[in-house]
């Protein structure tokens, strides 16, 4: 396979700068993609193969003939199998992506502020007492509606009002639901004891299997997790693959707050938006 670079830069025509325009967009989505996903080396040995192999063609061009024929098929096997590589080993991110382009969300209302605030109280209540007790516990916050249905089935889904009390029944290690995670929407248990995929990164070997998954969902979806030691009774929080540990009630209600969307700087935010809007339908009209 020969690539007329040379002959590319001198002619250049409406198709050149499309092409080029369709390089650099699906150059920066994968470029993007390795960034969320915190692991740029990967990238870089994407692109090195890339590199590498477009230097190859241009020589072999240069040269003429049948120069580097092993070289030039050598490499364009290599990027093809580092990209099949890639594929594989990112193949949970790829499919999570294709679900939340074809799912269709029809999500209620998460709930007024004050129902929030009372479920971000039975919410505290109840860690703190799980904490007190060492019983584990994970919780998701799910405000966007991230978690796909093919987590929820492997709970089982209630669509029960929270409190505290259900939280520590469900937790309960007598309980058969016990083991998985509870699903937060609002003010609404939309399900127990799911199962989440575990994250791959190395952890603090204090953190068991729970705080890996906790991570796990984190590094996949835009949710709050929420994490009670069984052996400790530590309180944990994850966003974004980060894990905060030692949470205080204080430092948990801000959290929850914060994913709710009802701490005082969100609310803020909302307030100034509304009024924007306000203005803006006055000006028009």
Do not use: W
């Not at 199962?195 to 998954?213: D, I, P, W, Y």
């Amino acid at each position: 396979m020969n690539y007329d670079f040379f002959g590319f830069f001198t002619n250049l025509d409406l198709y050149a700068i499309i092409d080029a325009v369709i390089f650099l967009v699906v150059t920066t989505a994968v470029l993007v993609f390795f960034i969320y996903k915190r692991n740029l080396k990967v990238f870089l040995l994407l692109a090195l193969g890339f590199v590498l192999d477009v230097l190859v063609q241009v020589l072999a061009g240069m040269l003429g003939g049948t120069t580097l024929t092993a070289a030039k098929y050598i490499m364009h096997y290599v990027v093809l199998f580092e990209i099949i590589a890639a594929c594989v080993v990112y193949q949970n991110d790829f499919k999570n992506i294709f679900q939340k382009v074809s799912a269709t969300r029809n999500l209620e209302a998460l709930g007024s502020d004050d129902e929030l605030r009372d479920a971000t109280s039975e919410i505290l209540t109840a860690c703190q007492d799980m904490a007190k007790q060492n019983v584990g516990a994970i919780i998701i916050i799910d405000t966007e509606g991230d978690i796909h249905n093919n987590v929820l089935d492997t709970g089982t889904k209630l669509g029960a009002v929270l409190s505290a009390a259900l939280l520590e029944s469900i937790f309960n290690t007598k309980a058969p639901l016990h083991d998985g995670a509870v699903i937060v929407r609002g003010n609404k248990i939309i399900a127990a004891g799911c199962f989440l995929s575990l994250t791959q990164r190395n952890v603090n070997k204090e953190m068991g299997t729970r705080h890996r998954a906790a991570i796990g969902v984190t590094e996949e979806t835009d949710v709050l997790s929420i994490v009670v030691s069984e052996e400790t009774g530590i309180i944990s929080v994850v966003k974004h693959g980060e894990i905060k540990r030692y949470m205080t009630m204080d430092k948990l209600k801000d959290e929850i707050e914060d994913a709710y969307g009802i701490s005082p700087t969100a609310i803020a935010q909302r307030d100034s938006q509304r009024s924007k809007k306000k203005r803006r339908g006055g000006r028009f009209n």
